[in-house]
């Protein structure tokens, strides 16, 4: 079979297409026909081996994992002897952001991991896109006590995070002002925004509303800035560390000095956010944003660039096998 392999860390040029032999599943595993995989910031970080700290977990000096890639559509080719919950010909999608090698026209997965059914409405590249950006989302929403009429600041609502915690909000009726450059204001009215802020042209943390929650998508504030436009005792949460580090400290002390606070969205089992992820796909009300911008197989090198740009709308998705 083809994978993606690279054995330095450092730009997309240090990945090869390269001739690889097929995986075999282990007894609790299956054998996965790849369809569709994405490029994520998670799959960049992997690539880069940048921030350093993802090295303590994809290998220090050069990467563990010798295939890019964290999210899988596909078909099951073959189960293990132990495997219960699936079977020849199921379709399914899945992740683990340690890295699973899914940029490869196989691979083989454990049961018990974060792999679900894809429901019968969706296309594996759909499914590929409401694997790990959703399931950070959910990883904001279930740290608070979100209720219907709260009001909700989502700076960076066009990233793979971003745009599926919009959606899950407005499942829960909640009012939400929104963030993005003006090319995508007419997506995020779409996906439900109540209010939208340009952030090219208006500083969202000046914003004269008061909000329950900020939640930042794309890790460019701090609480500090973003404090004035929480009610009291309103919470804030950042996808990323923040400067110094200070997101995950200020966690652990905002909650003893009362008033307002920030939670680290620290994200826990995935087989779980897969299962809500696909009761909303099934109810019509998560639909996974996917740039326009698609990729072939051969193009991952280049989908890796264009993710790490920023500047991408949800998902960027690569179609590694053509149904
Ligand atoms: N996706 C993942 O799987 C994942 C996993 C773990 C952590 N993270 C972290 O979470 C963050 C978001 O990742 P993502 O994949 O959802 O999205 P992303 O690719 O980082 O960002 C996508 C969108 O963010 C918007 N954006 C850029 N600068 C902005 C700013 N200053 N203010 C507001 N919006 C801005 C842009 O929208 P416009 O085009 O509208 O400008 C861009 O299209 C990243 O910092 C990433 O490192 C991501």
Redesign the pocket.
Known sequence: MKAFIYNQYGPPEVLQLKEVEKPTPKNNEVLIKIYAATV???DC?VLWGKPFIIRFFTGLSKPKMPTTGTDFAGVIEAVGKDVKSFKIGDKVLGFD?SGIGSHAEYITFPEHKAIIIIPDSITYEQAAASA??AH?AYNFINKVNIKAGDNVML??A?????SAALQMLKAMDVRVTA???A??INVIKSLGADKVID?EKEDFTKDNEKYHFVFD????STFGKCKPLLHRGGIYIS??LGPGNQNPFLALITPLLGGKKVKFPIPFDPKKSLNIIKNLLEQGKFKPVIDDKKFAFEQVPEAFRY?AS????GNVVITIAKR
């Open positions: 994520n910031r998670t970080g952001d790990e950006g950070y700076n960076g066009t990233g793979a995070i971003g963030t993005c450059r090319q995508h952030y998508a794309v890790g460019k996808s990323e993710a920023a500047q991408k709308l």
